[in-house]
């Protein structure tokens, strides 16, 4: 997963399979080469201050690059209004 640039989600909520610092560790591996990422489900892991801290000084490290601005602006505004559009035809 760490040479995958593309990955949005990551949950591994209550995986007890992974220890608090393979958590850690895996993931600023992770975020060290996938600038993407929206949600990180990481309840019920147990995991205490120190072992995310490492994860929170990743985030925000790289600015967003101003050239990108304008097309990533466009496809929020096609997001949402295909989601604007999915609530009408739930309800």
């Known amino acids: 997963m760490a ?3 593309s990955i949005k989600v990551i949950d591994i909520s209550s995986n007890r399979e ?3 610092s393979v958590i850690s560790s895996s993931l600023t ?3 060290s080469s996938n600038r993407v990422i929206e949600y990180f ?3 019920k ?3 205490e201050t120190d072992d995310i801290l490492p994860l929170f000084e990743l985030f925000g490290r790289f600015p967003f690059p101003e050239d990108q ?3 990533h602006l ?3 505004k096609k997001k949402t209004a295909i989601e604007e559009k999915n609530k009408k035809l739930r309800q």
């Open 41 to 43: 489900g990481l309840s």
């Open 3 to 5: 040479n995958n640039s």
């Open 18 to 20: 992974f220890t608090p």
């Open 69 to 71: 601005v304008e097309s």
């Open 45 to 47: 892991l147990n995991l």
């Open 29 to 31: 591996e992770i975020l």
């Open 74 to 76: 466009a496809e929020l």
